[in-house]
């Protein structure tokens, strides 16, 4: 009675795991980019203002450091969460995206493309002003963020190859690889 008790036990666990499992498509894999497109030109744009000089004319309010570079690391840590969880997406899709769906994403990801290399760009021309704040440890925690975006990117790119059509399978690899060489140097600056 008690090892039918135990196996009536885990057939029910198992039966809600596959209950909760829920096969994503290639819709959802569209709105996980849409996604992850908005909060890449949000990210950029509050890296486009932050000021290349006088670490006093951001705004101080007595927050561990300022707010500007508080949103900067909330707009990472945002789109850090969102890749991850694309990654879950990408890695239950359909195993194989048909041609049409292939070929959006790819557009959708290459439209994204010019505005990661514009803030990553843009990070590293303003590494003297974070580096300059007379509250330590800014570059460091830019240095976490971008190593944890790239960690994701190649995640989230890695996934998307995996399940492109075999046609563009190149053109997804050299993206991918486009994209995720873009964050050496970003690293290697703030590495320094």
């Not at 849409?34 to 932050?50: F, H, R």
């Not at 909330?74 to 969102?82: K, S, V, Y």
């Amino acid at each position: 009675m008690v090892q039918i008790t135990r196996f009536l036990t885990v057939l029910s666990v198992a039966a809600v795991g596959l209950a909760l499992t829920v096969k994503r498509d290639a819709a959802t894999v569209e709105a996980d980019i849409a996604k992850i497109s908005s909060q890449v030109t949000t990210l950029d744009n509050a890296i486009e203002a932050y000021p290349p000089h006088r670490w006093n004319s951001c705004q101080c309010s007595g927050m561990p450091f300022c707010d500007d570079c508080h949103a900067i690391h909330t707009d990472a840590t945002n789109l850090i969460t969102t890749l991850n969880g694309a990654v879950t997406d990408v890695t239950v899709a359909t195993p194989q995206l048909s041609e049409a769906d292939g070929r959006t994403i790819l557009t959708s990801v290459e439209a994204i493309e010019p505005v990661i290399l514009d803030a990553l760009t843009d990070i590293v021309v303003k590494k003297p002003a974070f580096a300059a704040l007379p509250i330590g440890g800014i570059p460091a925690l830019i240095l976490q963020d971008l190593e944890k975006l790239k960690t994701a990117t190649v995640a989230f790119s890695s996934g998307l190859i995996t399940i492109a059509p075999p046609d563009l399978v190149d053109e997804a690899t050299d993206l991918s690889n486009n994209i995720t060489a873009a964050f050496d140097p970003a690293i290697a600056a703030y590495s320094s």
